[in-house]
């Protein structure tokens, strides 16, 4: 099984088919801004990209990402506070 994941504009948030992705609408990661959100889901073959994702615009959504990628994107300043709550 293959994880991939894509970053889409938050104005897609209710395009996503939550059924196909793992997690849940109330529990995905915004960007610092929330202007984007990450998503994630499991392909059993590669290219298996989730309907609802496909059908959303690809000036609205990033490349598709392995879990290195969104990890070294997730690092970055625009998706790590770099003044989180204690």
């Known amino acids: 099984m293959i994880v991939k ?3 889409i504009k938050t104005t897609q948030l209710d395009a ?3 059924d ?3 997690g849940t ?3 995905v990661r915004y960007s610092v801004d929330d202007l984007e959100f990450i ?3 499991a392909e059993e073959e590669e290219g298996q ?3 609802s994702i496909s059908n959303i615009p690809d000036s609205d959504k990033s490349s598709i990402m392995t879990h290195a990628q969104a990890v070294e994107k997730m690092e970055t300043p625009e998706w790590s506070d770099p003044n989180p709550p204690e």
Do not use: S
């Open 5 to 7: 994941y894509i970053i």
């Open 16 to 18: 996503i088919n939550f």
């Open 20 to 22: 196909e992705v793992a």
């Open 25 to 27: 609408k109330d529990l």
């Open 39 to 41: 998503v994630k889901w």
């Open 49 to 51: 990209v989730p309907e």
